[in-house]
């Protein structure tokens, strides 16, 4: 669906009840959609609660599509509202990292005592390791992999969301701030918050692997 012409077609194809279609989207958006909602609710089970609610009313809906947004936009935005929706109505299914400050997103995004002099970003005391030593096979091990999902896990909703469509599933900045109803500025810090945060999270893990492939002395 890389052209207007083509997602035209296959939003007709949906009209039509042609369920190769209808497969082809849950394959496509269907685990993300997973991660998505379970950032908004308690259990993985509440979560694919709304994603099945979500695909009923894309099905019941597709008549009405008017195509001012993308197919895919209007999937994660009737996702989104019903993840909210549930998150709100049963009240104490809301994660406890979604009730965090507001300011939190906009912390510093590295401890100033990483910094000689803070403020001067270029003078570290403990400046950051080259991890371009580290082999690809070792960085996407399955140990790694894990690694990076548990930093994931770890952030709060709003930037696992926003990280999990730019840097996972490769969306466009204007893509995430139209399907999650977010500032194109917000947009930008929450990707940058969240970064920083699975950086740190990581760090000693590579700087361990970093130091075993370090030549002896």
């Known amino acids: 669906m890389s052209t207007t012409t083509d997602e035209a077609l296959f939003v007709a194809a ?7 279609a209808f497969c082809e989207l849950i394959e496509r958006y269907g685990p993300v959609m997973q991660r998505v909602a379970r950032s908004y609710v308690r259990s993985a089970a509440v979560a694919e609660e709304v994603v099945q609610e979500t695909w009923i009313a894309v099905l019941s809906g597709v008549a009405r599509f008017e195509g001012r947004s993308s197919v895919k936009t209007w999937i ?29 997103d906009w912390a510093g995004a590295v401890p100033a005592d990483r910094f000689r002099y803070p403020g001067y970003p270029g003078h570290w005391t ?15 091990s399955r140990e790694t992999v894990e690694q990076f999902r548990r930093a994931m896990a770890d952030l709060p909703p709003r930037q696992q969301q926003v990280l999990a469509l730019r840097d996972v599933e490769g969306w466009s900045a204007e893509e995430v701030c139209s399907a999650l109803d ?19 999270a990581m760090e000693p893990y590579l700087d361990e692997l970093a130091g075993e492939l370090e030549p002896a002395a």
């Open 14 to 20: 949906l009209r039509r009840g042609d369920e190769a």
């Open 76 to 104: 994660f935005r009737i996702l989104t509202n019903r993840a909210k929706t549930r998150a709100e109505r049963e009240g104490r299914c809301v994660p406890f990292s979604s009730l965090t400050s507001e300011d939190e």
């Open 126 to 140: 403990a400046p950051p390791s080259d991890w371009r030593t580290i082999p690809d096979a070792r960085l996407l």
């Open 182 to 200: 977010v500032s194109e500025g917000n947009q930008r810090v929450l990707l940058h918050r969240a970064r920083s945060k699975v950086r740190a």
